[in-house]
């Protein structure tokens, strides 16, 4: 589609390489949050889960899906790794917001300074916090 823009080679050539860098920060992102490289059921011995199996999981232990009682309060070690789990997801949805305001302006610039349509980002979904 890029080359449908009619852009000179060079300018083809910068957008390229800040989409390239846009695109790995985002999967790098991903990356954090979901596990990217499963693809049998076997892979998740060689590839871990990344913050969504573990909230999946503390939320099994915390419901008791894993043999505890299901009206117990949630243990101090559930509570305590529930904390954890916040932190690297604030840090991770920091990383995203980075390259939002960043990567994705940067890009969004280059783009409009060649008379092409940005990138919007849409800013009414609503976030669980």
């Known amino acids: 589609v890029l080359g449908d823009a009619g852009l000179a080679e060079a300018d083809e050539a910068r957008v390229r390489v800040l ?8 999967a790098a992102v991903e990356g954090d949050i979901q596990q990217t490289r499963s693809q049998s059921f076997y892979d998740p011995l060689g590839f871990p889960g990344r913050l969504t ?3 999946v999981y503390l939320y099994g232990v915390v419901a008791g ?10 243990t101090d070690g559930a509570i305590e790794r529930a904390g954890e789990l916040r932190g690297e997801a604030d840090q991770i949805l920091g ?3 980075r390259i939002i305001d960043q990567d ?3 890009f ?10 940005p990138i919007v980002v849409r800013r009414d979904r609503a976030v669980i916090s």
């Open 104 to 106: 994705l302006a940067a």
């Open 65 to 74: 899906n894993f043999g505890g009682p299901v009206d117990a309060p949630p």
């Open 19 to 26: 989409a390239d860098s846009l695109t790995s920060g985002l």
């Open 53 to 55: 199996a573990q909230l």
């Open 95 to 97: 990383r995203l917001q």
């Open 108 to 117: 969004n610039e280059l783009l409009r300074s060649l008379n092409l349509d």
